[in-house]
């Protein structure tokens, strides 16, 4: 069994800072892809961030150049550091692995998420 949990949300001024924190823990061969999603109220899921296990990243038009992600593969962690926040970045945050469980199986987790509101 793997668990995702999340920490680091929480209310900021707009303009101000957050970093995200995920921790994958249970058996765990290795991981692939990691990421960040959010939904806002009355939205679909949305994707705001990806790295690979080589450090490859990918980020939602959305929050390049303000948002950043990496990941400690020592730690299976995944962090998401945002900065200039803005009010529409307000959303419950989701943390995404890709988890190898065996040679021969991969499963997708998430984590139960975690509330960033920005205010104006």
């Known amino acids: 069994q793997v668990q995702l949990v999340e920490s680091g949300g929480g209310l900021v001024q707009a303009g101000g800072s957050l970093r995200l924190s995920c921790a994958a823990s249970g058996s765990i061969f290795s991981i692939n892809a990691m990421g960040w999603y959010r939904q806002a109220p009355g939205k679909q899921r949305e994707f705001v961030a990806t790295?690979?296990?080589?450090?490859?990243?990918d980020y939602a038009d959305s929050v390049k150049g303000r948002f950043t992600i990496s990941r400690d593969n020592a730690k299976n962690t995944v962090y998401l550091q945002m900065n200039s926040l803005k009010p529409e970045d307000t959303a419950v945050y989701y943390c995404?692995?890709?988890?190898?469980?065996?040679?021969?199986?991969?499963?997708?987790?998430w984590g139960q998420g975690t509330q960033v509101t920005v205010s104006s």
């Open positions: 995404n692995a890709a988890v190898v469980l065996s040679r021969i199986l991969t499963n997708d987790y």
């Open positions: 790295i690979t296990s080589g450090g490859s990243t």
